[in-house]
């Protein structure tokens, strides 16, 4: 079973939906962390959280929420959705240290919003 | 202009040619640096990590940075089609705002045709 568990792999939806990707991990890492992957943009932050109590907005968090309901899930949420969300979204963890940890990601989920 | 800069190619070599990616950047807080593989419909997957300036060696794959200069590569010896992936720069600073959030290149795309 992989260790960073996104859920679900594909979705389409309508502009105005409510949605919500979920990421479960069995790794033990007290970080977690949300990204979009456009082509030609790289992968850009959207939120982060070091520990359950600790959520902080990342460079493009407009339009997106997010909620750390356990150590090992961290849900990303579109409250309406619309086109220019449509992107591949990765969930990450890592673990913490006195140095930068390296993140590990999950398969992703490719969002598609007519 | 973008903290961190990537030719996103597409980059295209025969099997066995050695493999020459590049990023470059502007924050000089940077000191880890990081290089992920990517294939298709699945997640960055850690490659290198290093610390500050300096060289690292793993199998076919080595790490540099130059922290003067503010590049770092990544070159792949005897390349196999199997390599055949984006490959995504990424790097963080250490404490402050900036502790474990990293910032990546758009990607390169390389193909290895046998």
């Known amino acids: 079973d992989a260790d960073v568990t996104q859920t679900p792999r594909n979705r389409i939806t309508k502009t105005g939906k409510r949605i919500m990707l979920e990421c479960s991990q069995t790794?033990?890492?007290?970080?977690m962390y949300w990204y979009r992957q456009d082509p030609g943009l790289g992968l850009r932050l959207i939120y982060y959280s070091f520990d359950v109590k600790d959520i902080n907005k990342g460079e493009i968090s407009d339009g997106y929420s997010v909620s750390r309901q356990a150590q090992a899930k961290f849900s990303l949420s579109l409250e309406s959705a619309i086109p220019n969300q449509t992107a591949l979204y990765f969930c990450a963890t890592s673990d913490k240290g006195v140095s930068n940890q390296p993140q590990h990601f999950g398969d992703g989920t490719r969002l598609s919003i007519l | 202009q973008k903290e961190v800069e990537q030719d996103p190619g597409p980059l295209s070599v025969p099997e066995g040619a050695i493999v020459s990616l590049n990023c470059t950047y502007s924050?000089?807080?940077?000191?880890?640096f990081m290089w992920y593989r990517q294939y298709s419909r699945k997640g960055p997957e850690l490659l290198m990590y290093?610390?500050?300036?300096g060289n690292k060696e793993d199998g076919r794959f080595t790490a540099q940075v130059d922290k003067s200069s503010k590049y770092i590569s990544l070159f792949i010896r005897d390349s196999q089609p199997s390599d055949s992936a984006t490959y995504l720069c990424a790097m963080s600073a250490t404490g402050g705002t900036s502790y474990g959030k990293l910032t990546f290149g758009q990607g390169t795309i390389l193909t290895v045709h046998p």
């Open positions: 290093t610390y500050s300036s």
């Open positions: 924050n000089s807080a940077f000191q880890y």
């Open positions: 790794k033990g890492h007290d970080r």
